[in-house]
């Protein structure tokens, strides 16, 4: 299937597929996956959920949540279209490839390896590293660089546990925080938008069991800190 957009979703939102278990779509940076107390209509949940029923609030189809992204992350979700999928989706879910790009600062002096610490969260809902075995949770992020300039790196980043803001925290802890990280990088006041993408997932479709993999290239301020802002050299 090709994405594509549809009126009732908001823009930046791309359907990448769709059948009668499950429903993939590109999330843009800014929009959150579910909603809050504060926000409950201005989320990917609530766009998908009026594309599904067509804008018939009266329709009893909907969706199902199976993860999330942080609200300045961008990047490929899938969702549930009945109960049932969803719980197997969530079975399987440690055994799905998450994959990432991320535009980070600085230059690694190790272009590949594996990040590891255990990853607890304070009253002010700041996650970090603690040498508390019992309190912290177990994380780990596996990296490679795929390209540098004089400020920024590229790095791919596969996911081998799934724990909140894990990769934010784990680049901030080497030194190299990820671009127009708020909360823990460096400030970046002149970049309005995080430079942290979910390009890829792959996963056993829930009724057939056969693997999938959805990919969505990265959004463009990714090539513009890099220097492709031509897109000659556009990111996938």
Same mark, same amino acid.
């Given at each position: 299937?090709?994405?594509?957009?549809?009126?009732?979703?908001?823009?930046?939102?791309?359907?990448?597929?769709?059948?009668?278990?499950?429903?993939?779509?590109?999330?843009?940076?800014?929009?959150?996956?579910?909603?809050?107390?504060?926000?409950?209509?201005?989320?990917?949940?609530?766009?998908?959920?009026?594309?599904?029923?067509?804008?018939?609030?009266?329709?009893?189809?909907?969706?199902?949540? @199976? =993860?999330?992204?942080?609200? +300045?992350?961008? *990047?490929?979700?899938?969702?549930?279209? /009945? !109960?049932?999928?969803? $719980?197997?989706?969530?079975?399987?879910?440690?055994?799905?490839?998450?994959?990432?790009?991320?535009? @980070? =600062?600085?230059?690694?002096? +190790?272009?590949? *390896?594996?990040?590891?610490?255990?990853? /607890? !969260?304070?009253?002010? $809902?700041?996650?970090?590293?603690?040498?508390?075995?019992?309190?912290?949770?177990?994380?780990?992020?596996?990296?490679?660089?795929?390209? +540098?300039?004089?400020?920024?790196?590229?790095?791919?980043?596969?996911?081998?546990?799934?724990?909140?803001?894990?990769?934010?925290?784990?680049?901030?802890?080497?030194?190299?925080?990820?671009?127009?990280?708020?909360?823990?990088?460096?400030?970046?006041?002149?970049?309005?938008?995080?430079?942290?993408?979910?390009?890829?997932?792959?996963?056993?479709?829930?009724?057939?069991?056969?693997?999938?993999?959805?990919?969505?290239?990265?959004?463009?301020?990714?090539?513009?800190?890099?220097?492709?802002?031509?897109?000659?050299?556009?990111?996938?």
């Amino acid at each position: 299937m090709e994405p594509f957009t549809n009126k009732h979703l908001p823009r930046g939102v791309m359907i990448l597929h769709e059948d009668h278990d499950i429903l993939v779509a590109n999330k843009p940076a800014g929009l959150l996956t579910m909603g809050t107390e504060k926000e409950k209509v201005r989320t990917l949940y609530y766009a998908l959920t009026d594309y599904v029923r067509k804008g018939n609030v009266k329709s009893r189809n909907r969706i199902f949540i @199976v =993860h999330r992204l942080d609200r +300045e992350v961008s *990047g490929v979700l899938v969702f549930a279209k /009945t !109960e049932a999928a969803k $719980f197997r989706l969530q079975d399987q879910w440690d055994a799905s490839e998450k994959t990432y790009l991320a535009v @980070v =600062h600085g230059e690694l002096v +190790e272009k590949e *390896g594996t990040i590891t610490s255990y990853l /607890t !969260e304070n009253s002010a $809902f700041v996650v970090h590293s603690t040498n508390d075995t019992r309190n912290g949770k177990l994380s780990q992020t596996a990296y490679r660089v795929l390209r +540098e300039t004089r400020l920024y790196s590229l790095l791919e980043i596969r996911l081998l546990t799934g724990r909140k803001h894990q990769i934010r925290v784990h680049m901030a802890d080497e030194g190299h925080p990820i671009v127009g990280d708020k909360k823990y990088g460096k400030g970046d006041r002149d970049q309005k938008l995080m430079a942290l993408h979910a390009v890829s997932l792959t996963l056993n479709h829930p009724r057939t069991g056969r693997p999938m993999t959805f990919e969505w290239k990265a959004p463009a301020h990714f090539n513009h800190l890099l220097g492709g802002a031509s897109g000659e050299e556009r990111i996938k």
